[in-house]
Nanobody, 126 residues
């Protein structure tokens, strides 16, 4: 079965950097977009960044553009997704989720992603 497992979250001071990773397994991912979403306490889940199956195309939320970088590596029946975050602020505090589509191009809609990880907490102190 498909599994997505995030890692790399933690506590960081404002202005600092953090790198999240997601290990995906259980199917071929090279033909499907993957993405990062986040959910802060009391708020709805929001789109952060997405990357195409090939890794050539990316899309970012305006709030993270220029600060976050999404990347991926594909292998047979596995993929690794990363999110490099810099210039972090308290507004970036949230649970970050890795997501994968079953097929298709990148999207900022969470409903287009049937596969999700369990999330990893990122806390930015001021």
């Amino acid at each position: 079965q498909v599994q997505l497992v995030e890692s790399g979250g933690g506590l960081v001071q404002a202005g600092g950097s953090l790198r999240l990773s997601c290990a995906a397994s259980g199917r071929t991912f090279s033909d499907a977009a993957m993405a990062w979403f986040r959910q802060a306490p009391g708020k709805e889940r929001e789109f952060v960044a997405a990357i195409s199956g090939s890794g050539i195309s990316t899309n970012y939320a305006d709030s993270v553009k220029g600060r976050f970088t999404i990347a991926r590596d594909n292998a047979k029946n596995t993929a690794s997704l990363s999110l490099r975050m810099s210039s972090l602020g308290p507004e970036d505090t949230a649970v970050y989720y890795c997501a994968a589509r079953s097929w298709g191009f990148l999207s900022d809609l969470s409903s287009n992603y049937p596969y999700w990880g369990q999330g990893t907490q990122v806390t930015v102190s001021s």
